[in-house]
């Protein structure tokens, strides 16, 4: 489903007025008036959105989160498989560069949901990923898809909880250490030396 254009501004002028008041103020202190005040929207049209401040916070991190995690999912002989590498690091980069958001969400009632949401958006990546694999006759994937998708995603979950709670900047060493973990068979290669 497409959003609506105005919907879209909203989210995205709700988005900024959140990360402008996380510069001064915790997450737990920002109320939904004072969130609509700094966005200049109306609270009617925020409850459009999210039933509180933390759910919407829950889904601006992980629409965007989905948007970075995107790769193309055409298939063939040839393929390039480094671009799974290229959305790992611009995933993990999204993380270090939203941390205000991340940290005090992970670190709430709303950890769970914050969790459980990016399991959800990895997921349906992950399944891609497998398919995009598979069709490229790639050797030794796992023939029972949900599981293998499970303990991919929960592991990159636990990463990026991982990741956020830390100060480290360098993504792309970050994303090497991350594909340096994953099982024989997964086709994505390190370039550097990963710790």
Do not use: K
């Not at 920002?30 to 401040?53: K, N």
């Not at 790992?88 to 999204?94: E, R, S, V, W």
């Not at 969400?105 to 990016?118: H, M, Q």
């Not at 979950?157 to 900047?169: F, H, R, T």
């Amino acid at each position: 489903m497409i959003e609506d254009p105005r919907q879209t501004r909203t989210r995205a002028a709700l988005g900024d007025a959140l990360m402008r008041l996380l510069a001064n103020a915790p997450l737990d202190s920002i109320s939904v008036a004072s969130l609509c005040r700094e966005a200049g929207v109306h609270r009617t049209t925020f409850y459009g959105h999210a039933g509180g401040v933390e759910e919407f916070a829950v889904d601006y991190l992980t629409r965007d989160l989905d948007l970075v995690a995107t790769v193309d999912s055409t298939a063939g002989p040839g393929i390039d498989f480094s671009r799974y590498r290229t959305a790992l690091i611009t995933l993990l980069q999204h993380v270090a560069d939203e941390r205000a958001l991340y940290r005090p969400l992970l670190n709430s009632r709303w950890g769970g949901s914050l969790r459980a949401a990016i399991d959800g958006r990895l997921r349906e990546r992950f399944l891609i990923a497998l398919d995009v694999f598979r069709a490229s006759n790639v050797v030794g994937i796992p023939d029972r898809r949900s599981e293998t998708v499970a303990f991919l995603t929960g592991a990159l979950v636990g990463m990026i909880a991982s990741w956020a709670a830390s100060d480290d900047e360098d993504a792309v060493t970050a994303a090497d250490r991350v594909l340096a973990l994953m099982p024989a068979w997964w086709p994505v290669e390190p370039e550097s030396d990963a710790d």
